[in-house]
């Protein structure tokens, strides 16, 4: 922690990962002194690998998470939308 948070974080590798987005709304709320009961996620799905993350700037609000993983159900990056999986 010497230089600061990370630019992104692996979600997948947190043992309790709840933890951390009520922390990221705790953070915003805190910043903008809004009430945290009223606060939501708004997600933005980006077409980066996890090596080019290391070379992104944290935003100023919100973080940057990768490593997320769908069951019974595919990415479609095309339409920008979740689809059934292909058979097997």
């Given at each position: ?83 059934e999986q292909e058979?097997?």
């Open positions: 922690m010497t230089n600061g948070h990370p630019s992104a974080y692996w979600l997948s590798g947190f043992f309790f990962p709840h933890g951390f987005m009520t922390g990221i709304l705790q953070t915003y709320a805190r910043k903008h002194q809004k009430a945290i009961d009223f606060l939501k996620f708004k997600f933005i799905i980006k077409p980066q690998f996890e090596k080019e993350l290391s070379l992104v700037e944290a935003p100023d609000d919100g973080v940057i998470v990768y490593g997320l993983h769908l069951e019974q159900a595919k990415w479609d990056s095309v339409n920008q939308c979740i689809v058979p097997g």
